[in-house]
């Protein structure tokens, strides 16, 4: 039988998600114009998708070496 509030929980997570994103945006976007007060916002809005990029990546990396690390005490 299949959960009815499964799609809600999906749901959540990705409105979650999505507001994290956001939060990430309006940092690395007043960072930007710190260090390019002339630049037009377009050149933000272009370089944008690869500084999310790196971001997912680094914690990536990140994550992959904490669970590493937490399972290097245990037995397998």
Request: charged content about 20%; hydrophobic content about 45%; glycine content about 2%.
């Amino acid at each position: 039988m299949k959960n009815p509030n499964s799609s809600r929980n999906v749901l959540d997570l990705v409105a979650i998600v999505d507001s994290m994103i956001a939060y990430w945006k309006a940092i690395a976007e007043s960072n930007f114009k710190k260090a390019n007060p002339n630049a037009d916002m377009a050149e933000f809005e272009r370089l944008w998708p690869n500084v999310l990029n790196n971001f997912f990546l680094a914690e990536t990396f990140r994550t992959a070496n904490a669970l590493r690390f937490l399972s290097e005490g245990s037995e397998n």
